[in-house]
């Protein structure tokens, strides 16, 4: 099932739980309702107040809450603790997975990020044949970093503005980027939970203070799919994050690509990668599923 993603942004809405029913009101009028089964991903502005119970349930249903700062950028993400009724046991394989099995991984990862980042460059230029080869170069675990030197490369071309340099807290469109990163983290997170893995223990990151490594890790082959989408508004004039960009940025979970010979879209395609990564700890395959 295609789960939906909500998005609450009017100023001074309240949001309750009635009947297993999410229902946004302001100033008594009720606004709408959206079942808490349906909903993938919830983002929440930060003037939107919403009940304990209606977090609990979203939760349970397996959906993640993202909760926007002041400067509407996500600060937070809220995912369930219990994705999987064999969690337990799917978080020791993960846990005890080896070495070799996270670095053919990771391997893998950035093979997928970095061929998918030379299609989004000049047809035949230089730059996207260079991307090309880097991703065949690419050995288990990535000793070489040749993720960073792809990045080098792709970050000067996919944008044709001379000045722009990929910052978190660089000049637009920075801003539409880390909105559209954050979005996939938050759909991947649910996607590993689902799968019975937790996204704290990453095959690659591993930063203490990170409790979404493996999310981070394995949504990085779809990064390109934000940037096209950033592309496509840069290129229509709008380069800050507001009510018109948003839209197109949380659409990306529903554009379709193929993964596994079948075309699917984005949110179900992170699913299937993390439930390949799960098999890759368990030891039954060893590849994880990625989008061609």
């Given amino acids: 099932m295609i789960k939906r993603i909500v998005e609450i942004s009017t100023d001074g809405c309240g949001v309750n739980l009635r009947d297993n029913q999410l229902r946004v009101e302001k100033s008594g009028e009720l606004l709408g309702t959206v079942p808490c089964e349906d909903i993938g991903a919830l983002v929440l502005n930060p003037s939107v107040t919403i009940s304990g119970h209606a977090l609990a349930e979203i939760n349970k249903q397996g959906g993640v809450v993202v909760v926007c700062g002041s400067n509407r950028m996500p600060e937070g993400i809220l995912f369930p603790t219990e994705g999987n009724a064999v969690h337990a046991e799917r978080l020791r394989f993960q846990v005890e997975a080896s070495q070799p099995q ?113 999310a981070d890790d394995l949504m990085e082959a779809y990064r390109p799919d934000v940037d096209a989408c950033v592309r496509n508004l840069v290129a229509a004039g709008t380069m800050e994050v507001d009510k018109s960009t948003k839209p197109s940025l949380l659409g990306v979970l529903l554009e379709t690509v193929v993964i596994g010979g079948e075309e699917s879209p984005l949110q179900v395609a992170m699913q299937k990668s993390a439930n390949s990564l799960l098999a890759v700890f368990m030891g039954e395959t060893e590849d994880v599923a990625m989008p061609e």
Avoid: T
Wanted: overall charge positive; charged content about 25%; hydrophobic content about 35%.
């Fill in 102 to 214: 996270r670095k053919r991984a990771w391997q893998q990862v950035v093979r997928c990020k970095i061929r998918r980042q030379a299609r989004l460059l000049e047809s035949g230029s230089y730059e996207q044949e260079r991307l090309q080869a880097l991703s065949e170069q690419v050995r288990s675990g990535d000793p070489e970093n040749l993720e960073a030197q792809a990045a080098r490369i792709y970050w000067q071309k996919i944008f044709p503005l001379p000045e722009f340099r990929r910052r978190r807290d660089g000049d637009p469109p920075n801003g539409l980027l880390n909105y559209g990163y954050a979005i996939l983290r938050a759909c991947m997170a649910r996607s590993l939970c689902a799968a019975g893995l937790h996204p704290a223990f990453g095959i690659n990151h591993s930063n203490k203070y990170n409790a979404f490594a493996l």
